[in-house]
């Protein structure tokens, strides 16, 4: 855990969140600004900085898309988004690696 990381809080408990699913591994929170009707964040309870760090880590890439897995799955979401921002130039702003799980709407490329 990283003293000074907000989504270690949340998964500690020690912030509030509409916490959606939670396993083992990962906890899934409704995103406070949302950008479509279903707009949910899958967090490892690990903290790694971002996606690029995952990769030395494959027991979280794994825990990750289970839980994204896990989350469709209970919210009954067939066709979704999943987005990972890594670094402050891709919008990242909690630096805790995260998945964005966007539903609820159509999504065009490029998005805008």
Same mark, same amino acid.
């Given at each position: 855990m990283a003293d000074d990381c907000v989504f270690c809080k949340i998964v500690n408990g020690d912030l509030p969140a509409t916490r959606i699913r939670e396993?083992? /591994?990962t906890v899934s929170f409704a995103d406070l600004d949302p950008q479509a009707p279903v707009h949910i964040l899958v967090v490892p309870r690990t903290h790694l900085r971002d996606l690029t760090e995952v990769g030395a880590h494959p027991? =979280? /890439?794994v825990a990750l898309t289970r839980g994204i897995r /896990?989350?469709?799955e209970q919210e009954r979401l067939t066709d979704f988004r999943t987005v990972f921002n890594t670094g402050a130039g891709a919008q990242?702003? =909690?630096f805790h690696v995260h998945a964005h799980v966007l539903a609820g709407?159509?999504?065009s490329w490029p998005p805008g």
């Open positions: 396993d083992e /591994a027991e =979280v /890439a /896990a989350l469709a990242q702003t =909690v709407r159509p999504f």
